[in-house]
């Protein structure tokens, strides 16, 4: 029985979701990065800038609302993808950087095949264990995971074997990829926005 002096406090969750944000800047920028996998066009400072910008810091900072939603999974994902974004942004330009005292070359040494080949599998090793975290989650994250798994084994596969054609496969694979996790972003947006489930996720 309460006391005259106890009372019930409820608190509502008023902030917005920021699961489509990260899953946007995810989609869109793996989309343009696997375009130019599958061979449409070469790689340059669009794929650079949506890599830093749209796939890094956009998820980054759904990284940091999810973690005040106390959401464990949507942080390290999040958190993970977008810093994934920074580091591959960081492989393909820091080689180009060059320092005065270097006598005008390269301080650092692009990564080779096969230096490539581990970064890309330990990231598919890493999603691949992701996924077993989404079979408690919806089917839409299930895909988004399980394709991205395939796409790094697949890009790793491409790079220790030298084969183009494997490249050029996980370059469409990548665009299914991209466009699933835009999928559930923008359908997460409109079932919120008309308070019914319009697009299946």
């Given at each position: 029985m309460p006391t005259e002096n106890e009372k019930a406090i409820s608190l509502k969750d008023m902030?917005?979701?920021p699961a489509p944000l990260g899953l946007l800047g995810f989609g869109i920028t793996t989309v343009l990065?696997?375009?130019h996998n599958a061979g449409f066009f070469p790689i340059?400072?669009?794929?650079?800038?949506?890599?830093f910008a749209y796939g890094g810091i956009a998820q980054i900072m759904a990284c940091?609302?999810?973690?005040?939603?106390?959401?464990?999974?949507?942080?390290?994902?999040?958190?993970?993808?977008?810093?994934?974004?920074w580091s591959l942004v960081l492989l393909l330009v820091l080689p180009q950087v060059t320092f005065f005292n270097t006598g005008g070359t390269s301080a650092l040494q692009a990564a080779d095949?096969?230096?490539?080949?581990?970064?890309?599998?330990?990231?598919?090793?890493f999603t691949l264990v992701?996924?077993?975290a989404t079979l408690k989650l919806n089917r839409g994250l299930q895909v988004i995971f399980i394709s991205l798994a395939?796409?790094?084994f697949l890009l790793a596969l491409g790079d220790i074997t030298g084969i183009k054609a494997i490249t050029i496969i996980a370059g469409y694979e990548g665009i299914f990829t991209g466009a699933a996790a835009m999928y559930v972003g923008l359908a997460e947006v409109i079932n919120e926005t008309y308070k019914k489930d319009i697009l299946p996720i």
């Amino acid at each position: 029985m309460p006391t005259e002096n106890e009372k019930a406090i409820s608190l509502k969750d008023m902030t917005a979701n920021p699961a489509p944000l990260g899953l946007l800047g995810f989609g869109i920028t793996t989309v343009l990065l696997n375009i130019h996998n599958a061979g449409f066009f070469p790689i340059n400072s669009m794929i650079l800038a949506m890599g830093f910008a749209y796939g890094g810091i956009a998820q980054i900072m759904a990284c940091a609302m999810e973690y005040k939603k106390g959401n464990t999974f949507a942080t390290v994902a999040f958190g993970s993808y977008g810093l994934f974004w920074w580091s591959l942004v960081l492989l393909l330009v820091l080689p180009q950087v060059t320092f005065f005292n270097t006598g005008g070359t390269s301080a650092l040494q692009a990564a080779d095949a096969t230096s490539m080949a581990a970064y890309l599998f330990m990231w598919g090793v890493f999603t691949l264990v992701m996924f077993i975290a989404t079979l408690k989650l919806n089917r839409g994250l299930q895909v988004i995971f399980i394709s991205l798994a395939i796409l790094f084994f697949l890009l790793a596969l491409g790079d220790i074997t030298g084969i183009k054609a494997i490249t050029i496969i996980a370059g469409y694979e990548g665009i299914f990829t991209g466009a699933a996790a835009m999928y559930v972003g923008l359908a997460e947006v409109i079932n919120e926005t008309y308070k019914k489930d319009i697009l299946p996720i």
